[in-house]
């Protein structure tokens, strides 16, 4: 009796463990991640290229854009031209967004401290087909030849 007693106290305790390592193995559904600018200011025209990773089945995604920036940046608004394909390599669908980053009084709104803040804006949702690796380009597009004050913009698939 003492020993079925060991065995199940094993049971109880490693099964859990086991369930969570496996769960552990799989790769995380959706992508994450920024790229930097230069400090000296984001070229007019220069674009910010990611390439997504390779879809194993077809995925259905919302996304987001999201953008880091500094006290200093001289706009309420940027305004990013955001390109992606989710067909295939030379098909490209294009959005204008407005990334809002003041309140109605002109004060930064988003999270942040010292002077540094982010926010996230919503792009419409995507449907990935398999075997296919997606591409997104963002520019931005207001008339400064070198637009300071952001210092990281990002795309989140989840």
């Given at each position: 009796?003492?020993?079925s ?18 769960a552990g193995c799989?790769?995380p559904?959706?992508?994450h ?5 230069p400090?000296?200011g984001?070229?007019r025209?220069?674009t910010l290229?990611?390439t997504?990773p390779?879809?194993?089945?077809p995925q259905h995604?919302?996304?987001r854009?999201?953008v880091?920036?500094t006290?200093?940046?001289?706009y309420?608004?940027l305004w990013?031209v ?6 295939d390599?030379?098909?490209f669908?294009?959005?204008t ?5 003041t309140d ?5 709104d988003?999270?942040g401290?010292n002077n540094l803040?982010?926010?996230?804006f919503?792009?419409?949702?995507l449907?990935?087909?398999a075997?296919?690796t997606p ?5 931005h ?8 004050g ?9």
């Open positions: 009796m003492r020993r007693c060991k065995q199940f106290i094993q049971l109880f305790f490693l099964l859990p463990a086991a369930l969570l390592s496996a799989h790769a559904r959706g992508y991640a920024f790229q930097s600018l400090t000296d984001w070229k025209g220069d290229l990611f997504l390779r879809q194993t089945e995604y919302h996304a854009i999201e880091r920036h006290g200093d940046f001289p309420r608004s990013l955001v390109s992606r394909n989710t067909v390599s030379l098909t669908r294009t959005d967004i407005e990334c809002v980053l109605p009084n002109g004060h930064f988003g999270d401290i803040y982010q926010k996230s919503p792009l419409p949702d449907t990935l087909p075997g296919f591409t997104v380009k963002i520019a597009h207001l008339q400064d030849r070198y637009l300071t952001i210092t990281d913009v990002g795309i989140r698939l989840y």
